[in-house]
């Protein structure tokens, strides 16, 4: 067992979040209600995404959960979601009681497969949730194109790929509405947090009024809806603004490391690394490879050898098709996406934290080679 330790992530934090946080302390502005770093962080992580509003939550998840409920997505409704991702995707389509239908995924960028989508559509069908996995955007004009034929909402988790581009633009900017997570080991955090980007005020206002309670205007308590507490505070605005000012380093870091990795590890015949499509930026949140070839069915004895290496690594999401709460239910079945459930049995991600060392890669890629040569 070695003594040296490389871990998957960690966040760059610094003065700067320090001296914003004891900013809002100061002034007593601690709440979800007020204080000045909430309209600025939404504000300006808006912008970054081309969108006119911002509307900063607790979560990624309730991002999610607030972008349908906004959009009065319920039981009854059909929604096409990639089958491969964090299950909090799935769980948001299920709390507002509609129906999610998965989608399977694309081989190379582990993203949702358009070409599958136009099957999947019923009568029922209300909108498309897809996720731009591990920081490689989804295939966006066709997406789209089927969205208007069928006048579907398009939803964009974009919790792994803030500052992804597609064909130039940014993600979050390209659906209807685009949903963010800031948790610890996202591309910039708040601990934890989300945030829905969008360009519709309409939407905008109901998503900030629902994610308050739904309070009403002339008599506050006399509320306008079922409403949730989906509040991101001050406290964590200000750690977002602090992390706001470095998204762009960080995501250099992140490609950097990528660059890294793939010189140290490409060519191999039993690897499978990440791409970047020619329409795309990948901002490699996380690096993702897959056992494959002669190594295919290692990828337990290769994260055990990391490990015993001291290096972290985390397996691949389980697509929604392999979990048996939804299996049992009889709302699934474990063939229903191969090539998802191929992807999340042989895959996992190496350490990616912005701050890793070319030292500690080159330790990761070291052990990494030598527990696939075994
Ligand atoms: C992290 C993540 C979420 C959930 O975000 P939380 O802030 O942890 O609630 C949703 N979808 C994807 C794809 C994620 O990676």
Not at 240 to 248: D, L, N, R, S, T
Request: net charge negative.
């Amino acid at each position: 067992m070695s003594t040296r330790r490389v871990p998957v992530s960690q966040p760059l934090l610094g003065a700067e979040e320090t001296n914003h946080v004891n900013n809002a302390l100061a002034q007593g502005a601690i709440s979800g209600f007020f204080g000045d770093y909430l309209p600025m962080f939404e504000q300006e992580f808006a912008a970054y995404c081309d969108c006119a509003h911002g509307v900063a939550v607790s979560s990624g998840t309730t991002a999610l959960h607030l972008a349908l409920a906004t959009l009065s997505i319920g039981p009854g409704d059909e929604v096409l979601v990639a089958s491969l991702t964090n299950m909090a995707t799935f769980f948001a389509v299920l709390y507002q009681g509609a129906h999610p239908v998965p989608i399977d995924s694309e081989a190379d960028t582990l993203n949702l497969d358009p070409s599958l989508l136009r099957a999947k559509i019923t009568s029922k069908t209300k909108a498309i949730l897809v996720v731009h996995l591990f920081g490689h955007p989804v295939d966006m004009d066709p997406v789209m194109e089927i969205a208007r034929e069928h006048n579907l909402y398009v939803i964009e988790d974009c919790a792994e790929a803030h500052g992804a581009l597609y064909k130039g633009r940014k993600v979050g900017g390209i659906g209807d509405i685009g949903c963010f997570s800031f948790y610890a080991n996202k591309v910039i955090t708040t601990g934890e947090g989300g945030m829905l980007t969008l360009n519709n005020a309409e939407w905008a206002d109901r998503a900030r009024n629902l994610k308050g309670l739904a309070f009403g205007d002339k008599n506050k308590f006399m509320h306008k809806d079922i409403g949730y507490n989906f509040r991101m505070t001050n406290l964590q605005a200000a750690i977002g603004h602090a992390q706001f000012g470095k998204i762009e380093q960080i995501i250099d870091a992140k490609r950097t490391i990528a660059n890294a990795y793939r010189q140290r590890l490409g060519g191999r015949d039993d690897l499978q690394l990440p791409v970047e499509k020619p329409y795309a930026r990948n901002v490699h949140w996380m690096y993702m490879v897959l056992v494959s070839g002669r190594n295919a069915g290692r990828r337990a004895e290769v994260m055990q050898a990391l490990a015993q290496k001291g290096v972290e690594s985390r397996e691949n999401f389980l697509p929604y098709n392999m979990q048996e709460i939804f299996i049992n239910r009889g709302w699934t079945s474990a063939d229903e996406c191969p090539v998802a459930n191929d992807l999340g049995l042989r895959g996992f991600y190496l350490p990616s934290g912005p701050a890793i060392s070319d030292d500690d890669i080159d330790y990761v890629c070291q052990s990494l080679i030598e527990a696939l040569d075994q």
